[in-house]
């Protein structure tokens, strides 16, 4: 069964740890996202990766971080400089690397509530 | 940088009621996508527009791409409680990653 998978569902921390949010897919998709999604805002681009190895800074990277030594997995690390964490954390992962035209496929998302 | 902008923000309508949702981008986009964003969900690909004035139907939806490829438009004829959800447009402009606009919170009132 081929999707995206985010872990936990719900996550809860105090002030001034850092918390990594899991993003795992079997699609054998190139390209991964982070979005945080804030009530009203939208969805915000915090890190993409268009290959193994590689990624780049989103529009909202301040306090993140991410790796990608994997194709498959691609974790993002809520740092203690984020300064208001809690949100709705979106993992997103599409086909072609080299393009960002293809579609999106999003995972069920973990909503982080920091303390 | 790039900026899509969504109108309205909310929008409640009664069943059977059609529902617009609007998008406009400060650039040319090469391409627009439209997800739909189920309450409690995740957001889910509807549909994918590249050509200039192109229109694409899904049943009751009905997907615009205007023709200096800056506007978009997404129209629900005869809207029904499966529609209750939130919209969103996302485009890009050459390799830049795709920008999402805020979104429309559809009501439906039965």
């Known amino acids: 069964d081929g999707g995206i998978t985010q872990s936990p569902k719900y996550l809860f921390r105090k002030e001034g740890q850092n918390v990594t949010l899991s993003c795992e897919q079997n699609l054998n998709h190139d390209a991964m996202y982070w979005y945080r999604q804030d009530p009203g805002q939208g969805l915000r681009l915090i890190y993409y990766s268009q290959i193994v190895n590689d990624f780049q800074k989103g529009d909202i990277a301040e306090g993140y971080s991410v790796s990608r030594e994997k194709k498959e997995s691609f974790p993002l690390t809520v740092t203690s400089a984020q300064k208001n964490p809690t949100a709705f954390y979106l993992c997103?992962?599409?086909?072609?690397?080299?393009?960002?035209?293809?579609?999106?496929?999003f995972g069920p998302g973990t909503r982080l509530l920091v303390l | 940088g790039q900026q899509v902008m969504q109108i309205p923000q909310y929008q409640h309508v009664q069943e059977g009621e059609d529902f617009t949702t609007y998008c406009n981008s400060s650039t040319t986009l090469s391409n627009i996508q439209w997800y739909k964003q189920r309450p409690g969900g995740h957001p889910v690909f509807l549909i994918q527009?590249?050509?200039?004035?192109e229109v694409k139907k899904q049943k009751r939806l009905t997907f615009q791409f205007g023709e200096a490829k800056k506007n978009s438009s997404l129209h629900i004829t005869a809207t029904q409680t499966t529609d209750v959800g939130t919209y969103f447009c996302a485009g890009n402009s050459g390799n830049t990653p795709l920008v999402f606009g805020k979104g429309t919170r559809l009501s439906v009132i039965a």
């Open positions: 527009l590249v050509k200039s004035g």
């Open positions: 997103a992962s599409s086909r072609a690397g080299g393009s960002h035209q293809e579609t999106q496929y």
